[in-house]
């Protein structure tokens, strides 16, 4: 839930005088207000540049939850802001815009993912990060694209396990620890859209190239992988693994991050099946420094989350904090 204000964004920004140093005001903003910026991968580059962390879902949610800072501005999507302000409710956790949702959060609406828990009681509930705070508040463990198959394997071979809302994650979760789980049919649009075809002809042309895929991808295109993983470990890999080319098959926004750490490699953005030629999260991509700077300015847009949604999804986040913690995760 957000708080609503009567202000236009759009005026807002074209208010903002164009000579005035971004980076510099939200320095300011920022001792001013004792405040933190948590971004995530996926954003665009001068927010990853101004970021105090940067991260995946995992790394980010364990920032939130042991930061000291009094506001959080949260340069991610909703799920992530909501996250961290259910790990941090006497925080003031801010979103630079409103409207970066997540489609895959969207694939699982609360009141149907509902009915079919109940049609298997007898399952343990895991939900992945991605979903909203309602549908965390049902689950028994939360887990991120990092943690997923240790989650997983944490608990007795015997359990039966739901694993919602990504059906391509818990399709190779699944495969991945042998075990049998009953998936939601949730998708992210920019994982989905990977064209093997394209891939392939791409890869023949670089065939010293590793080809490297976020689990969010379809099983057609992970089975082509060397590696996958989470967007940190895909940065892992793509610093430690001595090839100089890497096809790259997740949101662009996080070539920026691979070509900071490694300038003498080239990264290709892997090509989706449609006629843009991008792969960007269009949710991701609605944060900009402008939003950023005025939210942090103004306080606003603020997420809120209601205190039972609170107390009951908290539970299962603190279950994946804890496990991951103990993993050294
Ligand atoms: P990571 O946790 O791997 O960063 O994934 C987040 C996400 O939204 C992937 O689409
Ligand atoms: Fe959601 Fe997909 Fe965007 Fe990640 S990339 S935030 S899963 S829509």
Redesign the pocket.
């Known amino acids: 839930m957000i708080t609503e204000k009567k202000l236009n964004p759009e005026e807002m920004i074209e208010q903002i005088n164009p000579t005035l140093d971004l980076f510099k005001e939200i320095e300011k903003l920022k001792i001013e207000k004792n405040a933190i910026i948590l971004a995530?991968?996926?954003q665009e580059p001068d927010i990853q540049d101004i970021a105090d962390y940067i991260?995946?879902?995992?790394g980010l949610s364990q920032e939130a939850a042991k930061t000291n800072a009094d506001v959080i501005v949260f340069a991610g999507?909703h799920f992530m802001a909501e996250t961290a302000k259910i790990l941090s409710p006497t925080k003031k956790v801010l979103l630079p815009d409103v409207k970066a949702g997540?489609s895959?959060a969207d694939s699982c609406p609360p009141h149907l993912f509902k009915k079919f828990k109940e049609k298997y009681p007898d399952h343990l509930v895991i939900t992945y990060?991605?979903c909203t705070a309602e549908l965390k508040a049902m689950s028994d463990i939360v887990c991120?694209?990092?943690n997923a198959v240790q989650i997983v394997e944490s608990l007795p071979k015997d359990q039966k396990i739901i694993f919602g809302p990504d059906k391509n994650l818990g399709a190779w979760v699944a495969k991945k620890t042998g075990r049998d789980l009953v998936l939601w049919n949730g998708a992210?649009m920019?994982?989905e859209i990977f064209s093997r075809e394209k891939i392939t002809k791409l890869k023949s042309r670089h065939s010293e190239a590793k080809f490297i895929a976020?689990p969010?991808c379809e099983s057609s295109i992970l089975e082509m992988a060397d590696y996958i993983g989470?967007?940190?470990?895909l940065l892992k890999y793509c610093k430690e693994n001595s090839a100089t080319e890497f096809i790259v098959a997740?949101?662009s926004g996080i070539i920026h991050q691979m070509e900071k750490e490694n300038p003498t490699k080239t990264f290709i953005p892997a090509p989706p099946n449609n006629n843009c030629a991008c792969n960007d999260?269009s949710y991701m991509k609605l944060n900009t420094l402008e939003k950023l700077y005025l939210c942090l300015k103004n306080e606003f847009p603020a997420v809120e989350v209601p205190q039972n949604i609170i107390n009951e999804a908290r539970k299962p986040i603190e279950r994946m904090l804890e496990i991951s913690e103990k993993l050294g995760l």
């Open positions: 995530h991968y996926y991260g995946d879902s995992l999507v997540c895959l990060v991605n991120t694209s990092s992210c920019v994982h976020h969010e989470s967007t940190s470990g997740t949101e999260c």
